[in-house]
């Protein structure tokens, strides 16, 4: 039983990493760490607790994935605006964590606008930005989601 209760801190933990490193579903990690909670220490938590987190996290994650192309495309930027915010994040935070992710994802998104849909740079700011925008919101959502599961993984040991 101790062994699960530290798995699940663990889980809690690796999910708040997940928001900010692409490889790891954040949320989804925090709530099962939730859930080792619950199978370990049932008379805390409830379950409609547990479930109104599932629902969270399955919509963060949504919201993780469709933010950044949707903001970038209200704001004028094209497909390759996203993915390009996509690699300059990945870039930034290979060389220069923490601030290259933040840094990378706008310049990605500038670049990709810049050189593969062929507008000029000032053009390609607005869209830029609101891919960093999406970035911004998305990353922060699953902050938020996962620092309030992890709370609750603590609180219920």
């Known amino acids: 039983m101790i062994i699960l209760k530290i798995i699940a801190v663990i889980l809690g933990i690796a999910g708040l990493v997940g928001c900010v490193l692409p490889v790891l579903p954040g949320p989804p990690l925090s709530w099962v ?4 909670v ?3 220490h049932p008379e805390g938590m409830t379950s409609g607790l547990l479930i109104a987190w599932l629902v969270v996290a399955v919509v963060v ?3 993780d994935y469709l933010a ?7 704001t004028g930027g094209s497909k390759a ?3 390009g915010s996509f690699v300059g994040l990945i870039v930034g935070l290979l ?6 992710m933040i840094v990378g ?6 670049l990709a606008e810049v050189f593969v849909s062929g507008r000029d740079v000032v053009d390609s700011v607005k869209p830029a930005f609101g891919s960093f925008l999406g970035f911004l919101l998305s990353t922060g959502l699953k902050l938020t989601a996962s620092g309030v599961m992890l709370f609750y993984i603590i609180k219920f040991l």
């Open 105 to 110: 994802s706008f310049l990605g998104a500038l």
């Open 61 to 63: 994650t949504i919201v």
């Open 68 to 74: 950044p192309s949707w903001i970038t495309t209200k």
């Open 95 to 100: 060389f220069f964590p923490p601030w290259g």
């Open 81 to 83: 605006a996203g993915r």
């Open 38 to 40: 619950f199978l370990t």
């Open 33 to 36: 760490g939730m859930l080792l």
